[in-house]
């Protein structure tokens, strides 16, 4: 097979204007991050001319958001709804005689695919190129992955098989079909041979080298058609287990996984990235010692997963099944899960299907277990080597019978941010062991905004600081690392990444909860936090490194470090702190102008230069007026209720003149409740709704409504 790119001088017809852009390519880039009046959500062209080409082809398209449309001539070839996944056409005759190609992509609303509701931009666009691939008549079949070859390893009693499945052409039935399995070396370890058509075959291997987190070995897969084509696919063994009160085991060994969260767009590229942008990507997620990364949510490119595989992360794979669930999009949630895992099940990194994320927080809608049922019975059905998981929210019943549906279970939990405090997190965990004591249970994500510009000495929620970012991640440091039951954790995000509709923290069109900042140049406090508690890479790193102005007086100084001893020098101040992971000195004195703070611990050095002022510059502070959706909840964390400001004790008809109110209900719901409901629950107090046998919330969650309802005054 031969893959030619065309990625080259294609016509984009937009909006009633015509460019010439190269692929891959995205309309979105700017207004998909600026968070000004929307962004374009419209249907555009991409045409080419194509140049006559004999033999058997196909158009390969890695990914059009969200649906496409392909045409040569006038005539149309396919339609495919999905923005992320890949889709393969045959072109064979039809290419002989070249032709015009035109591409149309539409990133409109559309009820009938997933996402309909998420908190990221929907770019537009051609954004992972299109090839043309140029077969001989005999050939391995490209329209499920691009390969048409899947290998599955299984340890076996007496030692391993590698089972392979395949597809050829029409034309190759009955052939001769051979398959070797060659080490890094290029050796062979082993071989089989089997017919044409749709096909199985098995090598045996007795004691293969295993795929591991710290010794990521591939073997290459090559298969060969008699008198036709050949392909070759990288694959692995490596087998794991999850247990309730053990947590993660890879190749028998016990792995916490230390997990972070991407979403595949940067600053004004969008999710147009090229392959050393995903390299980038890798680095720094290496580099902060992570063993394991969640691609929300949604496939994310081949060469990602390629990477993965390559440098050892495990990989949470998961499809767009998120927020609002509707039985509309049923059929196309199905689509989109069979096209991830038959595109995507060769990558040994991949060691879960997640089959959905967050579908509740808009309400536990009718069906919905049924059709969760039908995606996880689907993703077993084509890959049993794999365990199934899905991501639920807070606001999701510990005793939820979803929580039954998976394998294993995620929770997304901002306790201290969105909801709460730190201590709630403990209490739901405590909860969570005495009801559910046989689930496997990872934190799929918690994350607090860390806007860079801002800096504080007494960080609160809510102040959208770097450094209260910090302080969250450190809480939420100890309490995973304590909660040794649980196989694992994923922040969100490791950077920061585009959505359109935001609007807080006087930073619009952008989620500010990466460790790492949108265009990758700033690492974040919180980055070296977990650099200290996750890589075994010795450093050292005071924090603040842009809080470079401070008050005259005392300050309290961070260092993040993996080292068990820290000295710390300004002027005549010395002092050492032993420990691990953050190093606390309290009263350290600043002096009027420069003031040198030098750490050391084992030959390691880091040295920042702050300036002593009588006032610290207001850019530090978040501004009056700007919007945010959080709550400080320590103002707020007891148990006394403060008459002056809201309660479930209140009516719905008082809360709803309240703007702030307004507001809320308007950022997270919208405008689908109905008036006439409206009207109805007035008069009743929040706390009579709350206790309908439809309103699935457990007590924790009721006494957290009362308390954010506390934070708003009357």
Not at 134 to 147: A, I, Q, R
Not at 236 to 264: C, E, M, P, T
Not at 461 to 486: F, K, L
Request: charged share 25%; with cysteine; aromatic share 12%.
């Amino acid at each position: 097979m031969q893959r030619i790119s065309l990625n080259d001088k294609w016509r984009l017809t937009l909006e009633g204007k015509t460019f010439e852009v190269d692929l891959p390519h995205t309309w979105n880039n700017i207004d998909g991050q600026d968070g000004k009046d929307g962004y374009l959500r419209t249907k555009a062209v991409y045409s080419k001319t194509l140049a006559p080409r004999a033999g058997v082809c196909y158009l390969e398209v890695l990914a059009a958001n969200s649906v496409a449309e392909v045409f040569l001539d006038g005539a149309k070839l396919c339609t495919h709804e999905g923005g992320y996944s890949a889709f393969w056409t045959d072109l064979t005759g039809m290419s002989e005689k070249g032709g015009k190609l035109e591409i149309s992509v539409d990133n409109s609303p559309n009820e009938a695919v997933y996402p309909t509701m998420a908190d990221f931009t929907f770019y537009g666009g051609l954004y992972r190129g299109v090839n043309l691939l140029v077969c001989p008549e005999k050939h391995f079949l490209p329209t499920s992955n691009g390969v048409g070859i899947w290998a599955t390893a299984y340890k076996r009693d007496d030692g391993w098989e590698l089972v392979i499945t395949f597809e050829t052409s029409a034309s190759a039935k009955g052939d001769e079909v051979s398959f070797i399995l060659k080490d890094r070396d290029g050796k062979e370890v082993g071989s089989a041979k089997a017919k044409g058509g749709a096909g199985r075959a098995v090598i045996k291997v007795g004691s293969p080298r295993l795929w591991d987190v710290d010794d990521p070995y591939l073997y290459t897969l090559v298969g060969s058609i008699e008198g036709g084509d050949s392909a070759e696919i990288e694959t692995a063994f490596r087998y794991f287990s999850f247990d309730a009160d053990k947590g993660f085991f890879l190749n028998g060994r016990h792995l916490k996984i230390k997990g972070v969260s991407r979403h595949q767009d940067r600053e004004g590229v969008g999710n147009a990235l090229t392959p050393a942008m995903h390299e980038e990507d890798i680095k720094l997620i290496k580099e902060v010692g992570a063993n394991s990364v969640r691609l929300a949510h949604y496939q994310h490119s081949d060469y990602f997963y390629t990477l993965c595989d390559r440098e050892g992360l495990l990989v949470w794979a998961e499809v767009p099944v998120i927020s609002r669930f509707s039985p509309k999009r049923q059929f196309n949630a199905l689509s989109q899960l069979k096209e991830l895992i038959l595109q995507a099940k060769n990558h040994p990194s991949i060691f879960t299907w997640s089959i959905a994320n967050e579908i509740t927080i808009a309400g536990e809608s009718k069906g919905l277990k049924k059709a969760l049922s039908e995606l996880d019975a689907l993703a077993k059905s084509l890959d049993d080597s794999r365990p199934t998981v899905m991501a639920a929210v807070t606001m999701c019943p510990v005793t939820s019978e979803l929580n039954s549906v998976t394998d294993i279970i995620g929770y997304n939990h901002y306790f201290g941010w969105y909801v709460g405090t730190y201590r709630d997190l403990d209490n739901w965990l405590e909860k969570w062991r005495k009801t559910a004591p046989d689930k496997k249970l990872c934190l799929s994500e918690y994350g607090a905004e860390g806007i860079t510009r801002y800096q504080n000495s007494h960080p609160v929620p809510g102040d959208y600081s770097e450094s209260y970012q910090a302080v969250y991640h450190e809480n939420y440091m100890e309490r995973i690392a304590a909660a040794d039951w649980m196989w694992g954790s994923y922040v969100w995000n490791m950077f920061d990444f585009g959505s359109a509709a935001r609007n807080e923290g006087g930073v619009r069109g952008r989620n500010n909860k990466g460790l790492v900042t949108f265009d990758r140049k700033i690492k974040k406090d919180s980055f070296y936090l977990y650099k200290a508690w996750w890589s075994d890479e010795p450093f050292i790193k005071i924090a603040g490194e842009r809080y470079l102005k401070r008050k005259i007086g005392v300050s309290e100084i961070k260092v993040y470090s993996n080292a068990a001893k820290i000295r710390l020098e300004v002027g005549e101040y010395s002092a050492e702190a032993e420990g691990a992971h953050v190093f606390k000195f309290g009263n350290v004195p600043i002096s009027e102008g420069k003031n040198v703070l030098r750490a050391t611990a084992d030959g390691l050095e880091d040295v920042l230069e702050i300036e002593g002022v009588a006032e610290e510059p207001a850019e530090y502070t978040l501004p009056a007026g700007a919007e945010s959706f959080v709550r400080n909840w320590f103002a707020s964390d007891t148990d006394e209720i403060d008459p002056t400001r809201f309660s479930t004790a209140d009516k719905v008809g008082d809360l709803l003149k309240n703007a702030e109110v307004q507001a809320l209900i308007k950022k997270f719901v919208g405008n689908k409740i109905p008036k006439f409901l409206l009207v109805l629950v007035k008069p009743f107090r929040v706390r009579t709704l709350l206790k309908l046998p439809f309103v699935k919330l457990d007590e924790q969650m009721v006494s957290m409504i009362d308390r954010y309802l506390q934070t708003i005054k009357k």
